[in-house]
């Protein structure tokens, strides 16, 4: 898939962040997870929570810290698990965020596209 990018932005699960982080995110749905950098995420009030083992796209395994957090785009908003990433990190969001809110790409035109309802089968 080419690059698809979307302005989003994640605060604390409470959603009670005064300033949440927004910028424009990587749509890559090779990603379960979304990711952003570690000092953003902290600042908008998210919280680490725990650690897992990511595959980075090179095959390299790699430990992160994640937490949870609420995630808005496309007019929509989803409490998603987020990678606190490198200080250089590009942001993405996973697919998981895409999922919750029935936004799914169009692989010919690379565009988001909202379900008209999300499937239960």
């Given amino acids: ?4 990018h979307v302005t989003a932005s994640i605060r604390d699960l409470a959603g009670v962040s005064t300033a949440p982080f ?3 995110f990587l749509v890559d749905t090779g990603s379960i997870d979304c990711m952003a950098p570690s000092e953003d995420l902290l600042a908008a009030g ?3 929570e725990g650690k897992a083992v990511y595959e980075l796209a090179n095959g390299q395994p790699i430990e992160y810290e994640y937490g949870f957090a ?3 785009f496309f007019g929509c908003e989803t409490v998603v698990q ?3 990433g ?3 990190t ?3 969001l996973g697919v998981v965020a895409l999922e919750n809110v029935g936004v799914i790409v169009d692989p010919l035109t690379r565009t988001l596209k ?3 309802a999300k499937p239960l089968k």
């Fill in 46 to 48: 998210v919280r680490r």
């Fill in 86 to 88: 490198p200080p250089d």
């Fill in 1 to 4: 898939m080419g690059l698809t």
């Fill in 114 to 116: 909202r379900l008209h």
């Fill in 90 to 92: 590009e942001p993405i």
């Fill in 82 to 84: 987020v990678i606190f």
């Fill in 70 to 72: 609420r995630v808005a």
């Fill in 22 to 24: 927004e910028a424009e």
